[in-house]
């Protein structure tokens, strides 16, 4: 069965630290991997997504994440933090067109 | 283009009344899928819909639980009788049946407090 671990359930950085927020899965097989954040109030909003090719995926508001097949991982980095960067953050993984299996997410604190 | 959008934004019932969720996905989105997190918990999947037909509804936690997408538009999710341990936000997404990815997008969730 998939299952997906996200093992900080929070973080608090600096503002204009980086970030890097952990995620592993376990998959028989190449999975899609997703990042989604969740502001206050929001729906979940998509980050970024892998699912061949080049293993450094670039996505909006300077997120980037990286596959890792050797560590089943895809964690998601910025290098400067911004105060509204501060929300919950989600990994995914998916067969094409199936449903989304999620971590436990991330939340996200920035201090000024 | 207007997002997915859910109603109501939140609900607060009495255990063992009905409610019903609503989810309008992007127009167009053959797909359309419901989650639920309950408080402390990860989202979890429900069930998929393509258009009108149920393609998985593995997630679906018991039979007091009823979704319907008639027409293939917009999509029900009735709880009859409603449980305390139903409490959650539970989210709609749609995504096309075409493209790379199918990415989902989702609509702000329905917040369901049941008393």
């Known amino acids: 069965a998939q299952s997906v671990t996200q093992p900080d359930i929070h973080i608090t950085v600096s503002e204009g630290a980086s970030l890097e927020l952990r995620c592993n899965y376990s998959?028989?097989?190449?999975?899609?991997l997703f990042w989604y954040v969740q502001s206050p109030g929001q729906g979940l909003q998509l980050l970024l997504k892998?699912?061949?090719?080049?293993?450094l995926v670039q996505g909006i508001k300077g997120f980037e994440a990286e596959f890792k097949r050797s560590q089943s991982s895809f964690n998601l980095r910025k290098p400067s933090v911004h105060w509204s960067d501060a929300a919950e953050y989600f990994c995914?993984?998916?067969?094409?067109?199936?449903?989304?299996?999620f971590g436990a997410g991330t939340i996200l604190r920035v201090k000024s | 283009e207007a997002g997915v959008t859910q109603f109501p934004s939140h609900s607060v019932i009495e255990k063992g009344q009905t409610v019903t969720l609503r989810c309008d996905p992007i127009?167009?989105?053959?797909?359309l899928y419901w989650y639920r997190r309950v408080m402390g918990k990860e989202i979890k999947f429900l069930l998929h819909?393509?258009?009108?037909?149920?393609?998985?509804e593995s997630g679906m936690p018991n039979n007091r639980f009823l979704a319907e997408r008639t027409g293939g538009t917009y999509s029900t999710l009735k709880v009859q009788p409603a449980e305390l341990e139903d409490s959650g936000v539970y989210f709609c997404?749609?995504?096309?049946?075409?493209?790379?990815?199918?990415?989902?997008?989702f609509g702000p969730g329905t917040r369901l407090t049941v008393l």
């Open positions: 997404a749609s995504s096309t049946i075409e493209g790379v990815g199918n990415e989902q997008f």
């Open positions: 998959y028989g097989a190449t999975p899609y």
């Open positions: 892998y699912f061949s090719g080049d293993t």
């Open positions: 995914a993984v998916s067969r094409r067109g199936n449903k989304l299996v």
């Open positions: 127009s167009g989105h053959d797909n």
């Open positions: 819909f393509v258009k009108e037909s149920k393609q998985d």
